[in-house]
């Protein structure tokens, strides 16, 4: 068992022999959640909705609970429980999620806003230079972060972008200006050389350690909330700006694969190591996992990116053709997009991918029996690796190669909000935020499956997408 930050392994299916001790446990929660609704009745009157029928997955290592109830008021969830049980308050919104499977909204911890899946990454930013002009990096945002909505993911960590579009959105999103998951945003790559392709802005390029800890200064003042150490990075480096940002009471996620790069990474105090175990080449040594493993520090594999996306789309070429992803660009971009895949195979982007195939189920599998405390994140916007579907894949390849759907969805929940630091977020619980997505069938039986068809989604209180519908516009 992972310590004590997933469901049981043991639970493997939706509860039936399960159900009455989830009833149990929920009946203790259920009480707590009186109280709460009592004290928020004192407060001014706000808005009430709740979701009913369906079954619960909480993000606790509890076993799913059938025929539940949530009540929402205001942002926070105030009462869960068995529908027997949950009181529904006079005049709430009532949402019918019978049949459906309740759980917490998705976060994605390793994303990039500023990409949506073009076919290669220099040509995406060519192209908005060009014929693409009327779309500024932040508007491309914009719509990056609504279809992460619709599709289920309600928090996000962007790891390399342009830091003052970045930090803009972050804020707008939050002020309720525009539709998107709560941002944590890194702003630039600190790296010792540019990433190719990408915007000037988007890499801060240092040639000593003491420049890194003076990036992450300016960084940290000028508003993001996370540093992302990237390539080419020396053990001194990693050492100055996890010092910095530490300091800045910032933490520090790194791109590393190679065994050098993580152990480094790892010596240095780097909050989570991100790319680790996604195919770059052999096994980690014994004694390196097991030391990752023994300390608790998150590992984001984002094995999905190439390894799996590749093959994939060799088997099923139609996916990048699929009208329901068209329905959610512009159709000017949805155009260039096709235009880009016309030679895919041949992308510099996937140059390894033969090598990456071959080592790409011993790495995961290794990082998954070594319990580490694993987060799920995407690398989203990546080739070929879209907002809309790149979570649940990755999802996938985690329950292919051996971890339990209640503990991946627990992975891509409860321990992504530890990550952020956002004790609020991950379950479904009297008093956290109402983040909350509704999906049809029963996603652990299906192995996941459903979660490509996020039916209802719940941010903040706020209720964005109902029984497949948006009620936000995308933006254009």
Known sequence: MKKNIGPARTITGAASAGSGIAAALWRSL?????????????????????????????????????NATIV???????????????????GATVIDTSGQTMMPGLIDAHAHLFMIGFGDEAGWFKWLQGAGKKYSIEKVMELSAWQLLMSGVT?????????????????????????????????????RRAFGGFPAEASAVITTPKEGADVVDRLVKQGVDVIKAHAGLTRDDYFAIVKAAHANRVKVHAHVYAEADVRNAYDAGVDVLQHM??????????????TISESNRPIVLTAAHRSWIF?????????????????????DIWAAMQDSFKEWPAESYFAGINRQIKFRSPQVKQLIESNALMGVGTDSGTPMNFNTDGLVREMKVLVDE????????????????????????????????????????????????????????VKNGVVYKNQGKPLVKMPE
């Open 402 to 457: 051996g971890l339990a759907p209640l503990e991946v969805i627990a992975d891509t929940t409860r321990v992504n909000a530890r990550i952020m630091g956002k004790p609020d977020l991950g379950t479904i619980e009297p008093g956290k935020l109402a983040d909350i997505i509704v999906v049809p069938g029963d996603p652990v039986y299906h192995n996941l499956n459903n979660l490509f068809t996020v039916q209802t989604v």
């Open 311 to 331: 093959p994939d789309t060799v088997q099923f070429p139609g996916r990048l053709q699929d009208p329901v992803l068209k329905g959610l660009f512009p159709a």
């Open 30 to 66: 259920t009480v707590l959640a009186v109280g709460l609704v009592s004290v928020s009745a004192m407060a001014q009157e706000t808005k009430t909705t709740v979701l009913t029928g369906g079954m619960l997955i909480s993000g606790l290592s509890v076993p799913p609970l059938h």
């Open 155 to 191: 928090s996000a960590i962007d790891l390399g972008g342009n830091a003052t579009e970045s930090i803009s959105l972050r804020n707008r999103i939050n002020t309720g200006e525009v539709p998107g998951p709560r941002l944590q945003v890194s702003g630039p790559l600190v790296t």
């Open 72 to 90: 929402i008021r205001g942002e926070r969830v105030v009462a869960v429980g068995p529908a027997a049980e949950v009181k529904i308050p006079a």
């Open 277 to 290: 175990g996604s195919a770059g080449g052999p096994t980690y040594s014994a004694d390196l996992v097991r």
